[in-house]
């Protein structure tokens, strides 16, 4: 659709501030949740790590430049990502007036190899709960997104994307133990889980310690992505 403009409109009378977007990448390794992160090349703040991100081209939607982000500086490609919040304190960027839009993608640690892109020294994970000092108000995005990941565990779907494609009960359950940081009761939580009736069987078992082959599950993608996790405390 066209649209008429008047004709004594001078778009230069405004100021045009920068647009980036910034994705925190969360993955479940070693019983931990980590986030991926980038060491810069340039300055502001080279050699120090941050989230990696990307200035949106012209041409380009916020949905697409957070996945060109992602594939230039890290290597990663095809995850899910979830649009998190904007941050736009005018001094966040000492370059010029940036304002960003954070995004947070969730990721099986093996279903991704990271690598150092053109702007990056080196890629590395790191615990959320021991942080290297962050560029820019990085530590803020990170800790956002921190709190986002745990209340959207409590009435979504959302973990089952930090899971391989099948998993064992015990597994997913250590998985929001892990973001939530604290002890589920074990029975309550199975009980709850499965009368939500998003998980279904796939008809093999893993073996798991001492005890029985466990079940294995996958997520039911015709599910309803309502699961009322809070449900699932004692």
Known sequence: MSVDLPANYDPNKFDRPSVTVDVVIFSL???????LL???????FADMWAIPGSFVKINESLAEAAVRALADETGVEDVYTEQLYTFGTPDRDPRTRVITIAYFALVPHDAIHPQAGRDTHETGWFSISQLPPLAFDHAEIVDYAY??????????SVGFQLLPDVFTLTELQTAYEIILGEKLDKRNFRR???????????GEKQKEGEGRPAMLY???????????TR???P
């Not at 709190?147 to 959207?152: D, F, I, M, S, V």
């Not at 709850?192 to 796939?202: D, G, P, R």
């Not at 996958?218 to 009322?228: G, H, L």
């Open 29 to 35: 390794i070693e019983d931990k949740l980590k986030v």
């Open 147 to 156: 709190t986002r990941l745990r209340y959207k565990l409590e009435y979504t």
């Open 38 to 44: 980038i060491k810069r090349q340039a300055a502001p």
């Open 218 to 228: 996958r997520y039911r993608e015709d599910a309803v992505a309502e699961v009322k």
């Open 192 to 202: 709850k889980i499965l009368s939500a009736e998003i998980l279904e069987e796939t």
């Open 231 to 233: 449900r699932l405390f």
